[in-house]
């Protein structure tokens, strides 16, 4: 089903208002798509077809608050859903018309609002921040111009109070329950849509914070002429009397769609009595039966198949294509600076991070104190299951990023998938934010543990050990985020991450050489994000002209083994020092592409 609209002069203008017409709409889930994965995979087969939605008409007005009710898996959310553009249309049948054409659900998603049951929101960016991000991201204008917007959007949504409170989340404290439904709502009434969609705004919300929200729609819906549509479950009596109409599901199908008043009259012509203590809507949920058989006395919208030219339909093809509001560089910038708040104020992340590389630094650099500078006392083992444990640590440590990104994920899809920038953008910004943050980690784990443990000394040993060290985080950073695109929880992205950086462990080189690694398996250590490092660490200290002929395994009686000796026995060259490095860049840049890849197909697929 197609699903294209009438292009109005400008999002803002309240001139333009935008009348919806379903007709005959239907919605059903088919053995080949009735049980997805959560990548859109089949997970299994379905017995036969579920229609979520059948055959279902009926119309919303501008300038008034229209709530769709029924009873849970009526079909509240789906035909919400199908209204904002956001299923896929494999499974939809029937027309949705927005003033007349045919909705173009690319374009639809632009100019409308769609706010979803579930906040997703930055915990630790406060509420200004929060609207200011997405009007800067979503108005082509400039930054006083957009704090402006914020600024009276915060004024209408009664939130200039809080504006300097973080939005917090369960374990930080932050704003309430209803002030974070409203400041959801004016993450999508920054742009000033002409059609705002909710899903259950009311729920889990007290009845003052409800009724504070719905009254706030109503005034959007009459004073500013926009469209606004909600699902709603049992609504009380004075909610009830800010809704002008009512689209009442049952089962997939319209049992009513019209006033309360006309439910009401509906409900006494087939011989109910409502109660005096319970609102008609409510009575009408439960007694939903009799309803059906009433069907066919139902007000249906008159069917009327307009015919468009081949003009038409092309220029509704041009309308499809997307226009962002900034270019990809100014969507690197605002989304650098979002992303850097995110960082620096994640305290899990930033200051244990930090105190971690310094205090590993030192335990590990006391521990292994002078191991390479004694030349009596050098074990190779002591001197390698260093390098082998630098590169554990730094790697291991990299699953902290985890939880951000998939939190990053939930916003980056909603966002992304109605226009607001590009994936690549995120990508790009995402990277550039780790760079100096990793960097820092860095130099604060090698400039205690370098000189401890008697490395090299001189400069170009350590800024070449400190660089190994900051591509190696930079790897497993990128290797994260490019997991963190796929799974679907943060246990399942330990799990995994675990799994494989186990297994690119055991191929390091440590454990078992290369040389007797069975065929089968030596594309593994191809893979492997220590092999590479790991190799860099030895040739850096037992390369070179004093590399060569230091002793890495002696005894009383002299030295047995030189470091050329060890670079012969593991088949190391020079010329790898800077090679290894080459294949450990693009790792970074092949995860991080990888990564692009499977955002953008997420993204692709929740707007096609």
């Given at each position: 089903?197609?699903?294209?609209?009438?292009?109005p002069?400008?999002s803002?203008?309240l001139?333009?208002?935008?009348?919806i017409?379903v007709?005959?709409?239907s919605?059903?889930?088919?053995?080949?798509?009735g049980?997805?994965?959560?990548?859109?995979?089949?997970s299994s087969?379905?017995?036969?077809?579920?229609?979520?939605?059948n055959?279902i008409?009926?119309?919303v007005k501008?300038?008034?608050?229209?709530?769709?009710?029924?009873?849970?898996?009526?079909?509240?959310t789906?035909?919400?859903?199908?209204?904002?553009g956001t299923?896929?249309t494999?499974g939809v049948?029937g027309?949705?018309?927005?003033?007349?054409?045919?909705?173009?659900?690319?374009?639809?998603r632009?100019?409308s609002g769609y706010?979803?049951?579930?906040?997703?929101?930055?915990?630790?960016?406060?509420?200004?921040?929060t609207l200011?991000y997405s009007?800067r991201l979503?108005?082509?204008?400039g930054?006083?111009?957009?704090?402006s917007?914020v600024?009276?959007?915060?004024?209408?949504?009664?939130?200039?109070?809080?504006?300097?409170?973080?939005?917090?989340s369960?374990?930080?404290?932050?704003?309430?329950?209803?002030?974070?439904?409203?400041?959801?709502?004016?993450?999508?009434?920054?742009?000033d849509?002409?059609?705002?969609?909710?899903d259950?705004?009311?729920?889990?919300?007290?009845s003052?914070?409800?009724?504070?929200?719905?009254t706030?729609?109503?005034?959007?819906?009459?004073n500013?002429?926009?469209t606004i549509?909600?699902?709603?479950?049992?609504?009380g009596?004075?909610?009830?009397?800010l809704?002008d109409?009512v689209?009442?599901l049952?089962n997939g199908?319209?049992?009513?769609?019209?006033?309360?008043?006309?439910l009401a009259?509906?409900?006494?012509?087939v011989?109910?009595?409502?109660?005096?203590?319970v609102?008609?809507l409510?009575f009408?949920?439960?007694v939903?039966?009799?309803?059906?058989?009433e069907e066919n006395?139902?007000?249906?919208?008159?069917s009327?198949?307009?015919?468009h030219?081949?003009?038409t339909?092309?220029?509704?093809?041009?309308?499809k294509?997307?226009?962002?509001c900034?270019?990809p560089c100014?969507?690197v910038?605002?989304?650098?600076?979002?992303f850097?708040?995110?960082?620096?104020?994640t305290?899990?992340?930033?200051?244990?991070?930090?105190i971690e590389?310094?205090?590993?630094?030192?335990?590990?650099?006391t521990?292994?104190?002078?191991?390479?500078?004694?030349?009596k006392?050098?074990?190779?083992?002591?001197?390698l299951?260093?390098?082998?444990f630098?590169?554990?640590?730094?790697?291991s440590?990299t699953?902290e990023?985890?939880?951000?990104?998939?939190?990053e994920?939930?916003?980056?899809m909603?966002e992304?998938?109605?226009?607001v920038?590009?994936v690549?953008?995120?990508?790009?910004a995402?990277t550039?934010?780790?760079?100096?943050?990793?960097?820092?980690?860095?130099?604060?784990?090698?400039?205690?543990?370098y000189w401890l443990?008697?490395?090299?000394?001189?400069?170009?040993?350590?800024?070449?050990f400190?660089?190994v060290?900051?591509v190696?985080a930079?790897?497993?950073?990128?290797f994260?985020?490019?997991?963190?695109t796929?799974?679907?929880?943060?246990?399942?992205g330990?799990?995994?991450?675990y799994?494989?950086?186990?297994s690119?462990?055991?191929f390091?080189?440590?454990?078992?050489?290369?040389?007797?690694?069975?065929?089968?398996?030596?594309?593994?250590q191809?893979?492997s994000?220590?092999k590479?490092?790991?190799e860099c660490?030895?040739?850096?200290?037992?390369?070179g002209?004093?590399g060569k002929?230091?002793?890495i395994?002696?005894?009383?009686?002299?030295?047995l083994?030189?470091?050329?000796?060890?670079?012969?026995q593991?088949?190391?060259?020079?010329?790898q020092?800077?090679?290894?490095l080459l294949t450990?860049?693009?790792?970074?840049?092949g995860?991080?592409?990888?990564?692009?890849?499977?955002?953008?197909?997420?993204?692709?697929?929740?707007?096609?």
């Open positions: 089903m197609e699903l294209p609209v009438k292009k002069h400008h803002a203008d001139e333009t208002q935008y009348n017409k007709k005959n709409l919605y059903k889930l088919s053995p080949r798509y049980d997805l994965d959560w990548f859109g995979w089949k087969a379905s017995s036969r077809t579920k229609y979520v939605l055959n008409s009926c119309e501008p300038g008034e608050l229209t709530a769709i009710a029924g009873l849970s898996g009526a079909g509240k789906s035909l919400l859903e199908i209204l904002a299923i896929a494999c049948s027309r949705v018309l927005v003033n007349d054409m045919p909705m173009n659900a690319e374009y639809f632009r100019v706010v979803t049951q579930d906040e997703a929101l930055f915990p630790h960016l406060t509420v200004e921040e200011m009007a979503r108005l082509k204008v930054r006083d111009k957009a704090r917007r600024h009276s959007l915060l004024t209408e949504l009664g939130l200039e109070h809080i504006a300097g409170v973080r939005i917090g369960e374990t930080i404290r932050g704003i309430s329950g209803g002030e974070k439904r409203r400041v959801s709502i004016g993450v999508d009434l920054v742009h849509p002409v059609v705002l969609l909710l259950e705004p009311t729920s889990g919300l007290d003052a914070s409800a009724l504070h929200i719905v706030l729609l109503k005034s959007m819906a009459k500013q002429g926009k549509v909600l699902t709603i479950h049992q609504p009596f004075r909610i009830l009397d809704i109409e689209i009442l049952s199908g319209v049992l009513h769609s019209g006033s309360l008043d006309l009259e509906r409900l006494k012509s011989g109910h009595c409502i109660p005096e203590h609102n008609a409510e009408a949920i439960e939903t039966e009799s309803l059906h058989k006395h139902m007000i249906k919208i008159e009327c198949d307009e015919q030219t081949d003009e339909l092309n220029q509704l093809a041009e309308e294509k997307i226009f962002y900034n270019s100014k969507e910038v605002i989304l650098s600076q979002r850097c708040k995110n960082i620096f104020r305290k899990e992340l930033f200051a244990a991070k930090t590389a310094v205090l590993t630094g030192i335990v590990l650099g521990i292994f104190i002078n191991v390479f500078g004694n030349a006392k050098a074990k190779i083992q002591n001197e299951g260093f390098f082998a630098t590169l554990t640590f730094l790697i440590t699953t990023a985890l939880p951000i990104f998939l939190q994920r939930r916003i980056l909603r992304t998938s109605r226009g920038y590009r690549s953008s995120y990508i790009i995402n550039l934010v780790f760079l100096p943050f990793l960097l820092i980690v860095t130099l604060l784990y090698t400039s205690p543990v443990v008697g490395l090299r000394r001189n400069i170009d040993g350590f800024l070449y400190s660089l060290v900051w190696v930079l790897t497993a950073n990128s994260v985020a490019c997991l963190s796929l799974v679907p929880d943060y246990i399942t330990m799990s995994l991450i799994g494989v950086m186990g690119f462990f055991l390091s080189g440590y454990f078992i050489s290369k040389d007797t690694v069975p065929k089968y398996w030596r594309f593994m191809y893979l994000l220590f590479y490092p790991y660490f030895m040739i850096n200290e037992f390369g002209k004093t002929l230091r002793c395994e002696g005894s009383e009686h002299g030295c083994v030189y470091g050329y000796q060890l670079l012969m593991q088949g190391l060259k020079e010329s020092k800077w090679s290894n450990m860049l693009s790792f970074i840049l995860y991080r592409l990888l990564g692009l890849v499977f955002l953008w197909y997420r993204s692709y697929k929740s707007r096609s």
